[in-house]
């Protein structure tokens, strides 16, 4: 996960100029953190609970061409720098599934979280037995 702080307001107010630094990171730990807290409340099973609410927002934005911005995994061809992986980045949703991938500004710590991630991901799949 990598919090797009640069991009998250408050009432139209970056988020940095409302909480102290401090606070922010502790928000971004319980976020990163949400899953397995919900797991460990229901004492079995899983935290299905957001991505079944994520998945039913992209079915009505399907459904209904709504063309809503919405986080999706997408194969990436050279958007934020990456090539060949598919990661999370905001899309555009319609009739066609993904239609846009969607560019937003991102800082340099943010690119370099995002860089990051992506290789995270490759080296994992480099770990998987290859199918024949």
Same mark, same amino acid.
């Given at each position: 996960m990598v919090p797009v702080l640069s991009q998250t307001r408050v009432g139209g107010?970056? &988020? =940095? %100029?409302?909480?102290?630094? %401090? #606070? &922010? $990171?502790?928000? !971004? #730990? #319980? +976020?990163?953190?949400? /899953?397995? $807290? !919900?797991?460990?409340?229901? /004492?079995? *099973?899983s935290a299905y609970y957001s991505p079944s609410a994520a998945v039913f927002k992209m079915i009505t934005a399907i459904a209904g061409d709504t063309r809503q911005t919405l986080v999706a995994s997408s194969f990436l061809s *050279?958007?934020?720098?990456?090539?060949? &992986?598919? &990661?999370?980045?905001p899309c555009r949703i319609g009739k066609g599934g993904i239609e846009e991938i969607v560019k937003i500004g991102l800082s340099k710590e943010e690119e370099s979280a995002l860089r990051r991630s +992506? %290789?995270? !991901? #490759?080296? =994992? !799949?480099?770990?998987l037995p290859s199918v024949k």
């Open positions: 107010q970056p &988020i =940095t %100029e409302l909480l102290p630094r %401090e #606070k &922010i $990171e502790e928000m !971004i #730990k #319980k +976020a990163r953190n949400r /899953g397995a $807290e !919900i797991v460990k409340l229901l /004492g079995s *099973g *050279g958007e934020y720098g990456l090539n060949d &992986i598919c &990661i999370g980045v +992506a %290789e995270s !991901i #490759k080296s =994992t !799949i480099a770990l």
